[in-house]
């Protein structure tokens, strides 16, 4: 069976899917908004247009699966809807604002038997992918720490972002992506979560966050985003203890940096040394600093985000169980309210213990 999508919001992201994604078996029908100027092209592009019809829209038959463009707050009415309807469902990042909100377009999609799955497209990022090999593989031995981060120049959040009711704000936006790219690199159990939110140019939503995950096997995630930095800094820095990774942009492009010592842990002891009271900064003396390059990894993100499409279709048929599954999903939204909780306390949130 192919996947025939009508599009709930032609916006940007409703835009991109439907011109970008061409995939077997994959074809955009229909879409439906609110307002007439995003419809526009809708003919040009091949698809139906209803505007402010969303009863034509959910009850026209030449769809089965209903694609959730829509600014966040709507994610679970439409949900509900679709899945009503009788239509299978995806539904962009964040699925909903509440854990509860998803429980309830999960269960929607449940009891009507229909399919149900969240667009986490960027576990198929290649900068993503590079770090999860270096972190599989040990590439630099154990790792400890990794710095996850999102910086931007314009100092400004966009359209709807900027509203609390329509959940904007960056941990809703980009933070969701970021949380579960560090659930789905660390296998361990969670054991803190400690967030600095801040207001820099917006005075409804975080356009600035600092997220300090935790986990019970002592490894830390910071995930890092700025709306106004002015310097690029690296994507991902990952220290391990046989080695360091840079991996500056999207684009994964980067090194690993080796030395060929290997550092062993020590007890302590008091050696005679002629290197002065900094002697922690001594340079990894000529000839020993290794630099590689990083792991490779098969496609670019372009063409990695169809795989998203291409798993769904062959869910729809019955021949493999989605890559993204629910509870993952719903554990990462878990988490952001512990990121809420934990900035509006200002203490760490004890996370993922059952008690
Ligand atoms: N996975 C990703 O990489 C990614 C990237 C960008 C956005 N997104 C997600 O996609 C969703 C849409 O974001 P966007 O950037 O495209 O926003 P957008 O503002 O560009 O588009 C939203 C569209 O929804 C329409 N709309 C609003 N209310 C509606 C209603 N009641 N009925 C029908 N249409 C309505 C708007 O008119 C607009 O055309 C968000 O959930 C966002 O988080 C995901």
Same mark, same amino acid.
């Given at each position: %069976?192919?996947?025939?999508?009508?599009? %709930?919001?032609?916006?940007? %992201?409703?835009?991109? +899917?439907?011109? +970008?994604?061409?995939?077997? &078996? *994959?074809?955009?029908?229909?879409?439906?908004? $609110?307002?007439?100027?995003?419809?526009?092209?809708?003919?040009?592009?091949?698809?139906?247009?209803?505007?402010?019809?969303?009863?034509?829209?959910?009850?026209?038959?030449? #769809?089965?699966?209903?694609?959730?463009?829509?600014?966040? +707050?709507?994610?679970?009415?439409?949900?509900?809807?679709?899945?009503?309807?009788?239509?299978? *469902?995806?539904?962009?990042?964040?699925?909903?604002?509440?854990?509860?909100?998803?429980?309830?377009?999960?269960?929607?999609?449940?009891?009507?038997?229909?399919?149900?799955?969240? !667009?986490?497209?960027?576990?198929?990022?290649?900068?993503?992918?590079?770090?999860?090999?270096?972190?599989?593989?040990?590439? #630099? &031995?154990?790792?400890?720490?990794?710095?996850?981060?999102?910086?931007?120049?314009?100092?400004? *959040?966009?359209?709807? !972002?900027?509203?609390?009711?329509?959940?904007?704000?960056?941990?809703?936006?980009? &933070?969701? +992506?970021?949380?579960?790219?560090?659930?789905?690199?660390?296998?361990?159990?969670?054991? =803190?979560?400690?967030?600095?939110?801040?207001?820099?140019?917006? =005075?409804?939503?975080?356009?600035?966050?600092? #997220?300090?995950?935790?986990?019970?096997?002592?490894?830390?995630?910071?995930?890092?985003?700025?709306?106004?930095?002015l310097k690029p800094y690296?994507?991902?820095?990952?220290?391990?203890?046989?080695? =360091?990774?840079? #991996?500056?942009?999207?684009?994964?492009?980067?090194?690993?940096?080796?030395t060929s010592r290997v550092?062993?842990?020590?007890?302590?002891?008091?050696?005679?040394?002629?290197?002065?009271?900094?002697?922690?900064? $001594?340079?990894?003396?000529? &000839?020993?600093?290794?630099?590689?390059?990083?792991?490779?990894?098969?496609?670019a993100a372009e063409t990695?985000?169809?795989?998203?499409?291409?798993?769904?279709?062959?869910?729809?048929?019955?021949?493999?169980?989605?890559?993204?599954?629910?509870?993952?999903?719903?554990?990462?939204?878990?988490?952001?309210?512990?990121?809420?909780?934990?900035?509006?306390?200002? %203490?760490?949130?004890?996370?993922?213990?059952?008690?």
């Amino acid at each position: %069976m192919d996947l025939r999508i009508g599009v %709930m919001g032609f916006g940007g %992201m409703g835009h991109y +899917h439907a011109e +970008h994604v061409k995939v077997p &078996g *994959v074809t955009f029908v229909t879409a439906c908004d $609110i307002e007439a100027v995003q419809l526009a092209d809708a003919e040009a592009l091949g698809v139906k247009a209803y505007l402010n019809d969303e009863e034509g829209f959910f009850n026209d038959g030449s #769809i089965n699966t209903v694609l959730l463009t829509v600014p966040n +707050h709507l994610h679970k009415e439409y949900a509900v809807k679709a899945a009503a309807a009788g239509k299978n *469902v995806i539904c962009e990042k964040p699925a909903a604002l509440l854990p509860a909100d998803f429980d309830a377009m999960v269960q929607a999609a449940w009891e009507r038997g229909v399919l149900f799955e969240v !667009h986490q497209n960027r576990r198929w990022d290649r900068d993503f992918c590079i770090v999860k090999k270096i972190y599989d593989e040990k590439r #630099i &031995g154990e790792i400890f720490n990794i710095e996850s981060n999102i910086h931007m120049p314009s100092g400004r *959040v966009q359209g709807w !972002h900027q509203f609390k009711e329509y959940g904007g704000g960056m941990v809703y936006d980009w &933070g969701v +992506h970021c949380i579960d790219q560090a659930l789905q690199l660390i296998p361990d159990k969670v054991g =803190t979560v400690f967030a600095d939110l801040k207001n820099v140019f917006h =005075t409804e939503v975080d356009d600035y966050y600092k #997220i300090i995950i935790k986990f019970r096997g002592g490894q830390t995630v910071n995930l890092n985003l700025c709306t106004y930095v002015l310097k690029p800094y690296p994507r991902w820095f990952v220290c391990g203890d046989r080695g =360091t990774a840079e #991996i500056l942009s999207f684009a994964g492009d980067g090194k690993l940096y080796k030395t060929s010592r290997v550092l062993e842990k020590l007890p302590p002891r008091i050696e005679p040394n002629v290197a002065g009271p900094t002697r922690s900064y $001594i340079p990894v003396p000529p &000839g020993e600093l290794l630099e590689e390059d990083l792991p490779a990894v098969p496609e670019a993100a372009e063409t990695a985000w169809l795989e998203f499409y291409r798993n769904y279709r062959a869910v729809l048929n019955g021949k493999e169980s989605f890559k993204i599954k629910n509870e993952e999903v719903r554990r990462v939204l878990e988490l952001m309210q512990a990121v809420f909780q934990s900035a509006e306390t200002g %203490m760490a949130v004890r996370f993922d213990y059952d008690d």
